[in-house]
C-alpha cells in the first residue's frame, strides 16, 4: 500500500492472527543488526557518566547490512567480519562555548582499533606492529559495499552529550551483530504493528435524513451519500479502511440496530517502521527466513 | 539479579535436546512436548496448525515460568491410527 524508504505499510490477507502475531514478534526481537557493544573510553571529563554515555552510544542506529557480518561470540577474536570500529574524539576548548555532540561526530575507523593494548612482557619490538584491540586483517574499506556506502549512524542529529569548556572525550566503540532478544538496542524496527481491517455492515437500508446524519457523525468520513434517483438518497460504507472504530456512528438511540462494526478476521494491515539499517520490505522477506528457519530446526529435532 | 543471561532465551546449551516427548500416563492417546528455548512465536503457530487437524481432540501450549525459557505443548487424539 505504502513504501518510503524508512517505512512500509502493506495488507496481509488470508493468514492466521497467530501468524502475523509472529510476524510481528520476530520483525521485533529476532531480525540481526549491528550495534556498539563495548566502548573503550580513553579519556572522558565530561559531566556524562561513562556508563551513561556507552548506553547512549549502543542506542544509536548505524546505517550497516547486517547480513555481511557475523556473530562475535566469547571467545572469537574481533576482526574485520564482525566488528565495525567507530573513534569518538571531541574536545571543548577553554573560552569557547559549549559544545553538543552528535552522532555524526562518530568517525568510521576502516582499518581497525587504533588503541594500542598495554602488554606485560618487556620485551618491546619496536619492529613489530603494536598490538590493538581488534585483529584486522585487511581493512573494511576494501569489501565492495562499502566503498560507495561508508558506514555511518543513520541520524546525524542525534545528541549524545553535551561538554562546557575544557571537558574531553576521547573513545572508540565498537559495533557487534546481535538480536533484539538480547538487548533491545539491535532492535531493527523503530516498531512493527498490525491491525485487523474493520468492518462496518449496515444492517438495513438508512435513507434520507438518517443518512445525513450518519455521515456526520463519521470523524473520519467512513460514509458516503449515493443517490438512489427521485430524490431519496442511501448511506453506502465508502472507506472502511479508515475506520478508527470509534463507534461514534452506535452512539445515540436505534443506531446500535442499523450499523454493526466488526473485524475481519483473517486481513491484516501491516505497519513497519524501520530504524535504518535495513529497507523495510527487506526487514519483511528477512523475518519470513527467520520464522522457516525456525519451524525447520523443531521439524529437524523431534525426528 | 537472579535473572539468567539474555542470551539463554536462544541459545540451547549442549546436552539438552531441543525437542522432548512424553507420553502421557492418566489419558490415552496424549502426550507433552518440551520445546528447549522458544516462546509464543513457535508455540502459537504450532498450537494454530494443530487445531486445523481433524484427528486432534485437544492441543495447546504454554510456557510454564516466563524466566524459564521452554514451552510445553499437549496434544491428544481421538485415536491414534
Keep these: 500500500v505504502r513504501l518510503n524508504e524508512d517505512d512500509m505499510e502493506f495488507d496481509m490477507i488470508g493468514i492466521d492472527a497467530a501468524i502475523a502475531n509472529s510476524f510481528r514478534r520476530i520483525l521485533i526481537a529476532e531480525l540481526p543488526t549491528m550495534a556498539i557493544e563495548k566502548v573503550l ?7 556524562i557518566q561513562d556508563e551513561v554515555l556507552a548506553h547512549r552510544l549502543g542506542l544509536v542506529p548505524i546505517r550497516v547490512d547486517p547480513r555481511l557480518f557475523d556473530y562475535l561470540s566469547e571467545n572469537d577474536q574481533p576482526n574485520e567480519k564482525n566488528t565495525v570500529v567507530f573513534k569518538l574524539h571531541v574536545q571543548c576548548k577553554r ?6 555532540v552528535k552522532s555524526d561526530a562518530l568517525k568510521w575507523l576502516p582499518n581497525g582499533s587504533e588503541l594500542v593494548k598495554e602488554t606485560r612482557n618487556a620485551t618491546s619490538d619496536s619492529s613489530s606492529k603494536p598490538e590493538t584491540y581488534t585483529y584486522f586483517g585487511c581493512s573494511q574499506e576494501t569489501i565492495p559495499e562499502f566503498v ?27 559495533a557487534v551483530k546481535g538480536i533484539g ?45 449515493e443517490d438512489l434517483g427521485k430524490g431519496r438518497r442511501r448511506a453506502t460504507v465508502a472507506r472502511p479502511r479508515a475506520c478508527t472504530l470509534c463507534r461514534e456512528c452506535i452512539r445515540g438511540d436505534d443506531w446500535e440496530k442499523r450499523v454493526a462494526l466488526r473485524r ?7 505497519t513497519i517502521e524501520s530504524t535504518g539499517a535495513l529497507p523495510p520490505e527487506v526487514l519483511f522477506t528477512e523475518a519470513v527466513k527467520i520464522l522457516e528457519d525456525k519451524c525447520e530446526r523443531v521439524i529437524t529435532e523431534l525426528s | 539479579m537472579n535473572a539468567p543471561d539474555r542470551y539463554e532465551r536462544f541459545v540451547v546449551p549442549e546436552g539438552t535436546k531441543k525437542v522432548s516427548y512424553e507420553r502421557d500416563t492418566k489419558i490415552i492417546n496424549a502426550a507433552t512436548f518440551t520445546i528447549e528455548r522458544e516462546d509464543h512465536t513457535i508455540g502459537n503457530i504450532l498450537r494454530m496448525q494443530l487445531h486445523r487437524d481433524e484427528n486432534v481432540l485437544f492441543a495447546g501450549y504454554k510456557l510454564p515460568h516466563p524466566l524459564q525459557y521452554k514451552i510445553l505443548v499437549r496434544v491428544s487424539l481421538f485415536f491414534v491410527g
Design chain 1, 264 to 270: 475481519v478476521k483473517d486481513h491484516f494491515i501491516f
Design chain 1, 148 to 174: 560507495k556506502n561508508p558506514i555511518i549512524p543513520k541520524y546525524p542529529d542525534i545528541i549524545v552529550a553535551k561538554l562546557g569548556p575544557g571537558q574531553e572525550i576521547e573513545l572508540e566503540a565498537h
Design chain 1, 41 to 47: 573510553i580513553a579519556n572522558n571529563t565530561s559531566i
Design chain 1, 95 to 100: 573560552g569557547s562555548p559549549r559544545i553538543t
Design chain 1, 181 to 225: 532478544k538480547t538487548h533491545a538496542k539491535w532492535s531493527p524496527v523503530a516498531t512493527a504493528w498490525y491491525r485487523m481491517l474493520p468492518e462496518v455492515v449496515l444492517l438495513e437500508d438508512i435513507e434520507d435524513d438518517l443518512a445525513e446524519e450518519l455521515k456526520s457523525k463519521c470523524p473520519v468520513n467512513v460514509f458516503d451519500i
